[in-house]
């Protein structure tokens, strides 16, 4: 899963969120390369004609917007949450993929979590609830991992509420 908890003996309790990358940086290579191997297949007819030069430049743009989405969407995933929590305070901060910073903190006592099935921007949203402000946690998550985040952030945040 995209997330890890610190172990439990340790204080303050921390959790760090980031999105899946399913494509490391030689699957990225490989990517781009075998496209332009197979792109250029059909260009091998044309060798020494006037047609060559025609369909060149579309096949070199296509590699190059392939290079490009496949950029900006390693980059896009750029996302690292982290939640930290004590029996005194939870504290999450996000750093979004531009690096700004959002920090949300409240007392730990006041924490809700809780799962909205529908009606959040993706199924199973979740959320905590506090200093009256709710906000979101893991929304980059598969609907699974959220649905196992939920229930280990009601366990965390209520062992942590327990003296």
Do not use: C
């Not at 930290?84 to 949300?104: C, E, F, K, S, Y």
């Amino acid at each position: 899963m995209p997330y890890r908890w610190s172990p439990p003996a340790e204080t303050p309790l921390e959790l760090q969120l980031w999105p899946h990358n399913s494509l490391p940086p030689q699957g990225f290579a490989a990517m781009i390369l075998g496209f332009f191997l197979f792109a250029s297949i059909p260009l091998y007819g044309l060798l020494g004609t006037v047609l060559l030069w025609g369909i060149l430049p579309f096949m070199l743009a296509a590699t190059a917007a392939l290079y490009y989405a496949l950029r900006r969407n390693a980059r896009d995933r750029q996302i690292l949450e982290v939640l930290t929590i004590t029996p005194d305070m939870t504290h999450l901060t996000r750093t979004n993929p531009d690096g700004a910073v959002q920090d949300w903190e409240s007392n730990t006592y006041w924490v809700q979590v809780a799962l909205h099935e529908k009606g959040g921007p993706v199924p199973f949203y979740v959320t905590l609830k506090g200093k009256g402000r709710e906000v979101e946690i893991g929304a980059f998550l598969s609907e699974d991992e959220r649905k196992a985040l939920f229930s280990e952030l009601q366990d965390r945040v209520r062992a942590a509420n327990t003296p």
